[in-house]
Every structure is written in structure tokens, then in C-alpha cells.
């Protein structure tokens, strides 16, 4: 219904604003909408725009709190954005789960969304290198458990292997 009455970049503007917002009463109920906006983008070959809107909400999904809050946020992000069949098939646990840290201990479904979005989403070297930044300042407190230093060091190894930002 939303594509029949405002344009893309207006939609995925409100989308994300509400989805981010700390205030939002129904983080689950924004994200369901998210998802289906960016299933819709795909399908009209808009996946510039999902990848462009993703990468503009990476701040400030990062700095949510608590941490499980951010992570949850940007997995429903990488998530929702992917065009791997298995990974959006996981949106809707992905989402119920918005309350229990538990789900994810190991971090990895935001592990494996997030690398998904990095090696099938961005395609410009510019984009990977501002991926890596984002995710760099946020991991510098050394901790090699935390969620972002796991997803910095898998992607090291994908770069590694593919011999990319060495």
C-alpha cells in the first residue's frame, strides 16, 4: 500500500527513522514493514536503494543500547536486506526474538546477515572500506568476543582469501 502512495526514498526515510528510534513502542511491528519494503525494492530491481539506506542506518543502529538492542537491530537489517533465500527466511525468528539476548549468543545470525550484506550488497570497494570503518571504530574496545571484532575477523578472512583491503 505504501508503494502506491509515496515514493521510495520517502518510504524507506520513515521506515528507518522509526525503526532506529529508541522510542519506538513496536521495534517488532517496524521491522516486519522493513523487511517487506525491502522485499519490494528487490523485486522492482531497486536492491541500490536497500543497500544505500542500510549503510546510511549503520551508525546509528550501532549505537543503540544495550548492545544485545544493536545487534538485534542490525541483524534485522542485514537480514531483511539480503537476497539469500535463507537468511530472509529467518526475519521472522529473527524479529520475535527482539527480547531475548539468548537467541543469538554466539552472535551468529548477525554474524552470517552482516557478511552476507558485505559480500553480496556491496559491490564498490568504497562501500566495503566504509563497512570495515563503521564496524572498526565500534569494535576499538579490544574485546575479541564482542560482536563487531567476530564480524571484523570474518571478514578479514573473506578479504583474505579474495585478497581485498589488505
Not at 527466511?89 to 546477515?113: G, Q
Not at 563497512?131 to 575477523?153: C, E, K
Request: charged share 15%.
Amino acid at each position: 500500500m505504501l508503494d502506491d502512495f509515496f515514493p521510495a526514498q520517502e518510504i524507506m526515510n520513515k521506515i528507518i527513522a522509526e525503526f532506529i528510534s529508541t522510542l519506538q513502542p513496536f521495534p517488532g511491528s517496524v521491522a516486519h514493514i522493513l523487511y517487506e519494503v525491502f522485499q519490494s525494492l528487490h523485486e522492482r530491481d531497486q536492491s541500490h536503494l536497500v543497500q544505500g539506506w542500510v549503510m546510511l542506518s549503520l551508525g546509528n543502529a550501532i549505537q543503540r543500547t544495550p548492545l544485545h538492542t544493536a545487534v538485534w537491530c542490525l541483524t534485522c537489517l542485514f537480514a531483511s536486506a539480503s537476497t539469500n533465500r535463507w537468511i530472509s527466511s529467518m526475519v521472522p525468528l529473527i524479529i520475535s526474538r527482539s527480547h531475548d539476548p539468548s537467541l543469538d549468543r554466539n552472535w551468529t545470525c548477525f554474524c552470517k546477515s552482516a557478511v552476507d550484506f558485505y559480500t553480496c550488497q556491496l559491490s564498490e570497494e568504497l562501500d566495503r572500506r566504509s563497512f570495515h570503518a563503521i564496524f572498526s571504530t565500534s569494535s576499538s574496545s579490544g574485546d575479541p568476543a564482542s560482536p563487531y571484532q567476530l564480524l571484523l575477523d570474518s571478514i578479514s578472512r573473506i578479504n583474505g582469501e579474495q585478497g581485498i583491503l589488505q
